[in-house]
């Protein structure tokens, strides 16, 4: 039995625990607020708030609703839009009202959503970071300026708040009803009923399901024993051992690009990460489940084959480790027995000589997948390079560890000359097809531009752009 609070309705159902929140939310309970639109995870339509009790407070979250099963939600509390309503329009939808920001209005109750999650938020009111909450919401009506409009008044409005007590000071100045305030008694209650994690005849393990629920939701809808870990403690940890940093299986991407110890020795991440998804995404997504997927162009695998990552898998006969550059056999061939499972994200300790890049290309800034993208890591010692990952996706049928390009950059000086060489070797050793994404041709070139803007950036006092721009000419003459 799955138990859950929605809206403001305490909910116990035995239904099918991967059916997705939108298909309940809309076809047992007649919430139709909230839209069915791409049920990819890509519109935003089908916005709503997830509430999870952390030590005595309710902490929320926007997610989309298309791609997150019933189980997911155990013991945490729901907000459709219809539980956002007050007497009158709350400040959020009066906002949007106020600036036009509606039109055909199929998407807006995924921007009311969404920007009631950050006036949620204890920290960060900007507008920047306004804007960036909507980046998982689409409209194809108002061309955006008078939603940002609205995003902008509302910023206003929330610096008025000098409350410690956020939710108590959103109810009270009409951004949401007064039930918010007894959610957090009610949680407490629910979250001494675990989510039952099957260990006997286990059907199916999911932790975000961000990717399983798109390509084959009809397979997993009607499942019963279904193994839920998105909300295992050991699974979502980030912690330094010795001289490596542990991350549990089911960290989420925006887990991670928050976090302290992530942001300590990848200073870049939280907008190198900016490019993965949506926050919408980002919130659901985890790690081990990006890597599972073996997509050819999984941004964060490509991120972590970088940094020459090991994996920690979890099986019948115990525990084994192996690189995640051995991790890809071919086209969504791993190796893993089918009763594995990884539990544990294992990196080395950037040291101070460290440098670390992440690049994307896509047809679209958010909400994408990549055209290609890449990353590397460096140690330098001395002038020379004493130790060296490179990755790339959208190259090869699966993300593609570029080991004769580091082959040729390890022990040497860098120069121009060496940059040169390497990523000529790197553009060789790959073999991108055509699809919707570009020609096989174009990917080599977005990949062989990539690679000098990791150059670029990393050591500036090497090569900078005005150079890279001189090698092309004399290239192309």
């Not at 100045?173 to 957090?184: A, K």
């Not at 440098?355 to 055209?371: G, H, P």
């Not at 950036?457 to 090497?462: N, Q």
């Amino acid at each position: 039995m799955i138990k859950f609070i929605l809206n403001n309705e305490t909910i116990n159902t035995d239904l099918a625990p991967a059916t997705t929140v939108l298909d309940f939310v809309r076809y047992q309970k007649s919430l139709v607020g909230t839209k069915i639109g791409c049920r990819e995870g890509d519109c935003g339509a089908c916005t709503i708030l997830i509430g999870e009790l952390v030590e005595d407070k309710v902490h929320y979250k926007t997610m989309t609703s298309c791609l997150m099963p019933l189980g997911n939600v155990h013991s945490k509390h729901i907000v459709t839009v219809e539980g956002i309503n007050v007497e009158t329009l709350t400040l959020v939808q009066q906002a949007m009202f106020n600036a036009n920001a509606s039109q055909c209005g199929f998407c807006t109750v995924g921007f009311v959503m969404s920007l009631t999650g950050f006036c949620l938020r204890e920290q960060n009111h900007n507008y920047e970071q306004a804007i960036a909450a909507i980046d998982g919401n689409i409209c194809r009506c108002t061309g955006y300026k008078s939603i940002q409009r609205a995003a902008a008044k509302i910023v206003e409005q929330l610096m008025k708040c000098n409350s410690e007590d956020r939710i108590n000071w959103l109810v009270e100045n009409n951004y949401l009803p007064e039930y918010f305030t007894n959610v957090s008694q009610k949680l407490v209650a629910l979250k001494q009923i675990k989510n039952p994690l099957y260990t006997d005849k286990t059907e199916l393990i999911i932790a975000g399901g961000t990717d399983l629920l798109v390509q084959k939701p009809e397979d997993v809808a009607e499942l019963q024993r279904v193994a839920f870990v998105s909300d295992e403690d050991e699974l979502n940890t980030i912690e330094e051992f010795q001289n490596e940093i542990r991350i549990g299986a089911s960290v989420t991407v925006e887990m991670l690009r928050h976090h302290e110890i992530a942001k300590k020795y990848f200073p870049d991440i939280y907008e190198q990460t900016k490019l993965v998804s949506s926050t919408l995404i980002r919130n659901m997504a985890s790690l081990a489940g990006n890597f599972v997927n073996a997509s050819p162009i999984g941004d964060l695998t490509v991120f972590f084959l970088a940094l020459n990552a090991k994996l920690l898998l979890s099986g019948p006969d115990g525990e084994r480790e192996v690189l995640l550059k051995d991790f890809y056999l071919g086209y969504k061939i791993l190796a893993k027995a089918e009763e594995e499972h990884i539990t544990k994200i294992i990196v080395k300790t950037p040291k101070k000589s460290h440098y670390f890049n992440f690049e994307k290309v896509s047809k679209r800034t958010y909400l994408d997948i990549a055209s290609v993208n890449t990353a590397i890591s460096l140690q330098v010692s001395d002038e020379k390079i004493i130790a060296v990952h490179a990755a790339a996706g959208g190259v090869a049928p699966y993300p593609f560890y570029l080991q004769k390009m580091c082959d040729h950059l390890y022990d040497k000086k860098i120069t121009v000359k060496l940059i040169s060489e390497s990523i000529a070797i790197a553009v060789q050793e790959v073999a991108p097809i055509s699809d919707v994404r570009g020609s096989a041709e174009y990917k080599k070139l977005l990949l062989r531009q990539l690679l000098y803007a990791h150059f670029i950036k990393l050591f500036p006092d090497v090569i900078d752009s005005a150079t890279l721009t001189t090698l092309l000419r004399v290239a192309a003459a």
